[in-house]
C-alpha cells in the first residue's frame, strides 16, 4: 500500500481524497494554486506544494509542476479527482513514466473512452446497446443530412472530444441542420482544440441513467447500481438520485451484466461511470467517464461502499475482494450540488463567506471545503457543497432533504440553496416523472410541467 499520495485537485473532491487517505494511514500532499493558499485541502494537508498562479492554466493544469511536487515530496501515487486532469491520457502517461502510481484507468482506456466515436464504436462491438445515429465522425453537412433523414429528426450534433454539454446542438428539421452543424463544429474546436462531430436521434423525454462501476488488475469487475442524472440545466446536472425512481431491480442487473461483461473484455481498471439515455424502458450508451463522478457520494450511501478508498486499493495493487453478488443496495439517497451562483440568474457569486453552518442529523452528509472567512475565488468552477442525504425510501429522502436545505446555512455569497428547496416542492419532482428536459423548462417558469416532460 502507498505511504504518500499527492492530490491533484482543489475544494471539496481533494478534501474527499485526503479523508480516505487518512482513515487508510496515508500521508497526503495537497497542491494549489496562489488563489488557494488558505484552502481547507491545503490547511489538512500533511504537506503541500505551491504550483502556480491562480489561473488553472497555470496551476491545475500544469503538468510539469504537479508531476514536480510529487517528486520532490516523495508522493508515490497522484489521485487527480475529478476535472482538471483528472481524464487527461497524456497526463496519466506522464505520471507513470515517471514511476509514480496514478489512482485512475489506464492512458489507453482514458483514450478510447475520451473520443466519444471511439467509446460509442467499442461498446457497440461488445453488445452494449446505442442511441441510434451516425457510426462515426461526420464531416460534411451533406453527410449529416442523409444521416438526419435516416435517423430522422430531431438530431442531437455533439463533440466528439466533448463533455459538459460544449459543441452540443439540437436541429429540430431539416432547415435547422446547417447552423447546428456549423455551430457545434465551431465550439467543439474553440472548447477542445478537435472540430469532430458526430450525430445521434435526439430522444424527446429520456432519463439521464448511470451505473457506477470499479475494476480492479485481476479481472474483476462489479457495479454499484445506477444514479438518475436527469435534473440538468445547460447538459450540467444539478441534482442527483440513487437508485433512480423509474429503473426496476430486474432492469439495474441486466445493464449491469452487459457493462461489467464489456468492460471485463476490454481488460478495464479502477473507477468508471457509463452513461445511458434511458426512453420507453430501453438503454442506449452516450458516454463513459472514466474517472469518480461528483455525484459519487449517493452511491456510497446506498451501497456502503468509500469508491475513494477503493480506487486507492486497486492503483496498490490489490484486488476487490468481493463478487456483485456481495454487493447489496439500501434505502435511497439524493445529493444537491450547491453553488456560488445566483438562484434566479445563475451569475457567479465569488466572495467572502461570512456565515457557514452545514445541516446535521441522521443520514445526512455535507461535503465541502468552504468555511467561515473563506473568499470564494472567481477562477474556478462554483461548486462550493454537496449536500447528500440517505432514507429508507425515496419519500423519507425527499423529506430529509427539505429539512436540510432548511438548515444550511450560507451567507456572503448567493447560493442555489432556493432553487433546490423549490424543486423538492415541485409535484413532479415528488412523482419522480421528470425526464432530462425538465429542469430547464422548470427555471424558465413554464406551466404544465407536473407530468414531467
Same mark, same amino acid.
Given at each position: 500500500?502507498?505511504?504518500?499520495?499527492?492530490?491533484?485537485?482543489?475544494?471539496?473532491?481533494?478534501?474527499?481524497?485526503?479523508?480516505?487517505?487518512?482513515?487508510?494511514?496515508?500521508?497526503?500532499?495537497?497542491?494549489?494554486?496562489?488563489?488557494?493558499?488558505?484552502?481547507?485541502?491545503?490547511?489538512?494537508?500533511?504537506?503541500? %506544494?505551491?504550483?502556480? *498562479?491562480? $489561473?488553472?492554466? +497555470?496551476?491545475?493544469?500544469?503538468?510539469? @509542476?504537479?508531476?514536480? !511536487? =510529487?517528486? #520532490?515530496?516523495?508522493?508515490?501515487?497522484?489521485?487527480?479527482?475529478?476535472?482538471?486532469?483528472?481524464?487527461?491520457?497524456?497526463?496519466?502517461?506522464?505520471?507513470?513514466?515517471?514511476?509514480?502510481?496514478?489512482?485512475?484507468?489506464?492512458?489507453?482506456?482514458?483514450?478510447?473512452?475520451?473520443?466519444?466515436?471511439?467509446?460509442?464504436?467499442?461498446?457497440?462491438?461488445?453488445? %452494449?446497446?446505442?442511441? *441510434?445515429? $451516425?457510426?462515426? +465522425?461526420?464531416?460534411?453537412?451533406?453527410? @449529416?443530412?442523409?444521416? !438526419? =433523414?435516416? #435517423?430522422?429528426?430531431?438530431?442531437?450534433?455533439?463533440?466528439?472530444?466533448?463533455?459538459?454539454?460544449?459543441?452540443?446542438?439540437?436541429?429540430?428539421?431539416?432547415?435547422?441542420?446547417?447552423?447546428?452543424?456549423?455551430?457545434?463544429?465551431?465550439?467543439?474546436?474553440?472548447?477542445?482544440?478537435?472540430?469532430?462531430?458526430?450525430?445521434?436521434?435526439?430522444?424527446?423525454?429520456?432519463?439521464?441513467?448511470?451505473?457506477?462501476?470499479?475494476?480492479?488488475?485481476?479481472?474483476?469487475?462489479?457495479?454499484?447500481?445506477?444514479?438518475?442524472?436527469?435534473?440538468?440545466?445547460?447538459?450540467?446536472?444539478?441534482?442527483?438520485?440513487?437508485?433512480?425512481?423509474?429503473?426496476?431491480?430486474?432492469?439495474?442487473?441486466?445493464?449491469?451484466?452487459?457493462?461489467?461483461?464489456?468492460?471485463?473484455?476490454?481488460?478495464?481498471?479502477?473507477?468508471?461511470?457509463?452513461?445511458?439515455?434511458?426512453?420507453?424502458?430501453?438503454?442506449?450508451?452516450?458516454?463513459?467517464?472514466?474517472?469518480?463522478?461528483?455525484?459519487?457520494?449517493?452511491?456510497?450511501?446506498?451501497?456502503?461502499?468509500?469508491?475513494?478508498?477503493?480506487?486507492?486499493?486497486?492503483?496498490?495493487?490489490?484486488?476487490?475482494?468481493?463478487?456483485?453478488?456481495?454487493?447489496?443496495?439500501?434505502?435511497?439517497?439524493?445529493?444537491?450540488?450547491?453553488?456560488?451562483?445566483?438562484?434566479?440568474?445563475?451569475?457567479?457569486?465569488?466572495?467572502?463567506?461570512?456565515?457557514?453552518?452545514?445541516?446535521?442529523?441522521?443520514?445526512?452528509?455535507?461535503?465541502?471545503?468552504?468555511?467561515?472567512?473563506?473568499?470564494?475565488?472567481?477562477?474556478?468552477?462554483?461548486?462550493?457543497?454537496?449536500?447528500?442525504?440517505?432514507?429508507?425510501?425515496?419519500?423519507?429522502?425527499?423529506?430529509?432533504?427539505?429539512?436540510?436545505?432548511?438548515?444550511?446555512?450560507?451567507?456572503?455569497?448567493?447560493?442555489?440553496?432556493?432553487?433546490?428547496?423549490?424543486?423538492?416542492?415541485?409535484?413532479?419532482?415528488?412523482?419522480?416523472?421528470?425526464?432530462?428536459?425538465?429542469?430547464?423548462?422548470?427555471?424558465?417558469?413554464?406551466?404544465?410541467?407536473?407530468?414531467?416532460?
Amino acid at each position: 500500500m502507498f505511504t504518500k499520495i499527492l492530490i491533484a485537485n482543489r475544494g471539496e473532491i481533494a478534501l474527499r481524497v485526503q479523508r480516505a487517505c487518512r482513515e487508510m494511514g496515508i500521508a497526503t500532499v495537497a497542491v494549489h494554486s496562489t488563489a488557494d493558499a488558505d484552502a481547507m485541502h491545503v490547511r489538512l494537508a500533511d504537506e503541500s %506544494v505551491c504550483i502556480g *498562479p491562480p $489561473s488553472a492554466r +497555470e496551476s491545475y493544469l500544469n503538468r510539469s @509542476a504537479i508531476i514536480s !511536487a =510529487a517528486l #520532490i515530496t516523495g508522493a508515490q501515487a497522484i489521485h487527480p479527482g475529478y476535472g482538471f486532469l483528472s481524464e487527461n491520457a497524456d497526463f496519466a502517461e506522464m505520471v507513470e513514466a515517471h514511476g509514480i502510481a496514478f489512482i485512475g484507468p489506464s492512458p489507453t482506456h482514458i483514450r478510447m473512452m475520451g473520443d466519444k466515436i471511439t467509446a460509442k464504436t467499442t461498446m457497440l462491438a461488445l453488445g %452494449v446497446p446505442l442511441v *441510434p445515429g $451516425s457510426p462515426g +465522425e461526420v464531416e460534411t453537412l451533406e453527410a @449529416a443530412r442523409e444521416i !438526419a =433523414a435516416h #435517423i430522422k429528426y430531431p438530431v442531437l450534433i455533439k463533440a466528439a472530444a466533448g463533455g459538459g454539454g460544449r459543441g452540443m446542438k439540437v436541429a429540430q428539421d431539416e432547415a435547422g441542420l446547417e447552423d447546428a452543424f456549423r455551430l457545434a463544429r465551431a465550439e467543439a474546436q474553440a472548447a477542445f482544440g478537435n472540430n469532430a462531430v458526430y450525430i445521434e436521434k435526439y430522444l424527446d423525454k429520456p432519463r439521464h441513467i448511470e451505473l457506477q462501476v470499479l475494476a480492479d488488475n485481476h479481472g474483476h469487475v462489479v457495479h454499484f447500481g445506477e444514479r438518475d442524472c436527469s435534473l440538468q440545466r445547460r447538459h450540467q446536472k444539478l441534482l442527483e438520485e440513487a437508485g433512480s425512481p423509474v429503473i426496476t431491480a430486474a432492469a439495474r442487473d441486466a445493464l449491469g451484466k452487459i457493462v461489467t461483461d464489456a468492460l471485463q473484455k476490454i481488460g478495464y481498471r479502477n473507477a468508471g461511470t457509463l452513461e445511458f439515455l434511458y426512453q420507453d424502458e430501453q438503454f442506449s450508451f452516450i458516454e463513459m467517464n472514466t474517472r469518480l463522478q461528483v455525484e459519487h457520494p449517493v452511491t456510497e450511501m446506498v451501497s456502503d461502499v468509500d469508491l475513494v478508498r477503493e480506487q486507492i486499493r486497486i492503483s496498490a495493487g490489490e484486488e476487490l475482494g468481493y463478487s456483485q453478488s456481495d454487493i447489496t443496495f439500501r434505502g435511497h439517497a439524493i445529493e444537491c450540488r450547491i453553488t456560488a451562483e445566483d438562484p434566479e440568474t445563475f451569475a457567479p457569486s465569488p466572495g467572502l463567506v461570512s456565515l457557514f453552518h452545514p445541516p446535521g442529523g441522521l443520514g445526512v452528509r455535507t461535503d465541502s471545503a468552504i468555511y467561515a472567512g473563506y473568499r470564494v475565488p472567481p477562477h474556478y468552477d462554483s461548486l462550493i457543497a454537496k449536500l447528500i442525504v440517505h432514507g429508507r425510501n425515496r419519500p423519507e429522502a425527499i423529506a430529509r432533504m427539505r429539512r436540510a436545505l432548511d438548515e444550511f446555512a450560507i451567507s456572503g455569497i448567493k447560493t442555489t440553496i432556493p432553487l433546490h428547496r423549490r424543486i423538492l416542492e415541485d409535484p413532479a419532482f415528488i412523482a419522480g416523472t421528470y425526464t432530462i428536459h425538465w429542469l430547464e423548462r422548470f427555471v424558465a417558469g413554464e406551466d404544465g410541467l407536473k407530468d414531467g416532460a
